[in-house]
């Protein structure tokens, strides 16, 4: 009688990158990194090594341990072999406006000069599993809003366009007639004051609000399309033609479980999302 031959047990693959949404940014490690992308935030990105990182924004090349980009600038990242932090500093955060401020006029902008490295040891523990959850959640402030201090602080935020930012957050499918009506305001005016406090225009607002609310649905198993529905885009293909264009990859890239470690632990309520 033939001797039975025991297969090896088949296991998938363990993530390699780790992810953690902040609710107004998003941290993201990794061993190494080679996209296109086009965010609607303002992006830092850390080396976690001594290796420089490069980026390419159109005739600007850049090379350099931190790395400031600001939002809706086309770039690619050049970090095959680089372990990396990667953190977006949505339009929602704090210091969002102060770091806006000190890259608008250069779109891409080498840190290194600051000596700064509160990213560095954030970046590395969580890349090596030693920080998560609300211990990361706290790091990542500081470290954001030490480094938003060191630049000029924006003027105050006019209290319309707060008005409109809530109204988006709570329903980013709201239209630009319904906000301008709602402060007595005609579409063009609100749409003018926005974009000239916040840099960015009510559309990529309301895209960017969009793009946050699905990624809260990362690594949970929830398909594309009901990802695309639960976050208010039209279908998939628009869910994915907008992902592609801010993340460089296929929505497929980071969704799966096998792909990104998403860290939930303590979430806040707000921006767990609902279990279906």
């Known amino acids: 009688m033939p ?40 992006t830092l990105v850390q080396a976690l090594d001594a290796t420089p990182l490069g980026v390419d924004a159109g005739p600007e090349q850049v090379q350099g341990r931190l790395v400031m980009i600001g939002p809706l600038v086309e770039r ?32 891409v902008r080498v840190l290194d000069h600051l000596a700064f490295d509160d990213l560095r040891r954030t970046g590395s523990a969580f890349l090596s599993g030693a920080l998560g959850g609300r211990a990361l959640d706290a790091a990542v402030r500081s ?31 709201r239209s630009l007639c319904s906000l301008a009506e709602g402060l007595g305001l005609s579409v063009e005016h609100a749409s003018r004051l926005f974009s000239s406090q916040l840099g960015l225009s009510l559309r990529v607002y309301t895209l960017s609000a969009k793009i946050r609310l699905a990624a809260r649905y990362m690594g949970r198993g929830v398909s594309l399309t009901e990802v695309a ?47 279906y």
């Not at 001797?3 to 490690?29: K, M, N």
């Not at 924006?154 to 709570?170: E, F, G, K, Y």
């Open 143 to 173: 470290a954001v809003g030490a480094l938003a201090a060191r630049f000029e602080p924006p003027p105050s935020l006019d209290t319309r366009v707060r008005w409109m930012m809530d109204q988006i957050q709570a329903d980013p499918s």
């Open 76 to 107: 690619t990242l050049r970090a095959d072999q680089v372990p990396l932090l990667l953190v977006d500093v949505e339009p929602t955060h704090p210091s969002f406006r102060a770091l806006l401020g000190a890259v608008a006029a250069q779109r």
């Open 229 to 275: 529905q639960m976050a208010g885009f039209v279908d998939s293909a628009h869910f994915t033609k907008v992902w592609v264009k801010c993340y460089g990859a296929p929505p497929s890239t980071f969704f799966p479980a096998n792909r990104t470690f998403m860290d939930d632990t303590a979430l806040p309520g707000w921006i767990r999302p609902p279990v």
């Open 3 to 42: 001797t039975a031959v025991r297969l090896p047990l088949q296991t998938a693959p363990r993530p390699t990158a780790r992810g953690r949404l902040h609710g107004d940014s998003f941290s993201y490690a990794c061993p190494g990194l080679s996209s296109h992308a086009c965010r609607h935030a303002v």
